[in-house]
């Protein structure tokens, strides 16, 4: 595998073609929105997209005002639907019949406002309720404040958003960060509609920050990833040197802790090192207990070549109860690296254990868990896109 594990860090020489360099970043060369997920809910409405140009490279510089992002009157509206997927499985779609678990990954710049609209198709009352931006009762998605959807119902929720600014000399924190969603009103605080699938992530993003190339959500709900259990759980895939996201999301009653195989990140809120003076961490390992959400960059294969790597919890009896999964780099030309078919057969042909201790059995309360799932990978690599 040694002829194919890249010399050099991709992001500082011969990018491939659609990728985004740091120093190009800095050098003004703008920021472009590849995924499909930020041409969705970023570049949609063509003035979000087309906003971190040259000027945000003189915000990441942090010698110039940041670039008008978005006006007071920058408000997005979107329709999400709320549908029941089987008898057990209930998620967030974009589309009627197209709700999937995690929901759509949402993405905001700092500044602007998304107002949605949401449609709760089935019979039970849910809500959409965020972390990390600013909304008012109404919008709080809590029985507590009776801002809800009955069955059947339409209701319109609006998150807000500020800019980092400096006031006084003194630099105030802004939206931007790795969030999340989810129902809190199913089950009083949203218990059994987190449990079914209601939730996804939600991207606030500061200019100048680095788009990737994919976006993966990952959520640890209970015993499941993504309400899945190995060899169930998705395949997340990517090519050698494509800058990869990863939005990850804690659920549940359980206590976890994430683990990406042959990568690491700094636990910041880039995942980046912004300099040789950054002295973030630089982990391959993170908590991801309830309510908590951090996301990361990596450029895939960077330093290791490509292959079929392992994402598990690293709670021992979690990952030999199906809480694991496959992160496969394939070369750059898409083709698959030596290898890589035998570990995801060998993983396909896994089945957790039923020796994990009586706790972990009586909290499996995600609708795939409990079970050897069905021996089919899901082939897009993400459920949720
Ligand atoms: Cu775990």
Redo the contacts with the bound molecule.
């Keep these: 595998m040694t002829d194919t594990t890249p010399t050099h860090d991709p992001t500082e020489a011969d990018p491939p073609p659609r990728s985004l360099s740091r120093r190009a970043l800095i050098a003004g060369a703008g920021v472009v929105a590849t995924s499909p997920a930020i041409a969705l809910l970023l570049g949609a409405q063509g003035s979000v997209a087309s906003v971190p140009t040259a000027g945000s490279a003189a915000a990441a510089g942090g010698s110039a005002a940041a670039a008008p992002v978005a006006a007071a009157t920058n408000v997005r509206r979107i329709t999400m639907y709320a549908e029941r997927i089987d008898a057990k499985t209930v998620g967030y779609g974009l589309e009627p019949g197209k709700a999937t678990v995690p929901g759509p990954i949402l993405e905001m710049w700092e500044g602007e406002t998304l107002e949605i609209t949401l449609v709760n198709t089935t019979d039970q009352r849910l809500s959409i309720h965020p972390h990390g931006v600013n909304y008012d009762v109404n919008s709080d998605g809590s029985v507590f404040n009776d801002s809800f959807n009955e069955p059947g119902q339409t209701r319109t929720y609006t998150w807000s958003t500020v800019k980092m600014a400096r006031d006084r000399g003194i630099w105030m924190p802004g939206s931007a960060g790795y969030w999340h969603y989810h129902d809190h009103a199913w089950g009083d605080h949203g218990t059994q509609g987190i449990a079914a699938g209601l939730y996804g992530a939600l991207v606030v993003r500061r200019v100048g920050d680095v788009l990737p190339q994919k976006q993966f959500t990952m959520v ?1 709900n209970d015993m499941t990833i993504n309400n899945k259990v190995a060899p169930a759980t998705p395949m997340f895939e990517a090519k050698l040197g494509e800058r990869v996201e990863f939005i990850c999301i804690g659920h549940g009653n ?4 994430f683990h990406l195989h042959a990568h690491r990140w700094a636990n910041n809120r880039t995942g980046l090192l912004a300099d040789q003076y950054d002295t973030s961490q630089v982990v391959d390992n993170r908590d991801l207990n309830p309510g908590d959400a951090f996301g990361f960059q990596v450029v895939a294969g960077l330093g290791v070549g490509p292959g079929a790597w392992m994402y598990h ?1 690293h ?1 021992q009896f ?1 990952s030999d109860g199906g ?1 694991s999964g496959v992160f496969l780099v394939r070369n750059a030309d898409g083709s698959m690296p030596p290898g890589a078919q035998e570990s995801i057969d060998r993983f396909q042909g896994h089945s957790h254990t039923t020796s994990a201790p009586s706790g972990a059995a009586t909290t499996t309360g995600g609708a795939a868990a409990g079970g050897t799932g069905p021996a089919v990978v899901d082939p897009t690599g993400h459920a949720g896109h």
């Design positions: 640890f359980q206590l976890h802790t919890c709670v979690h809480m």
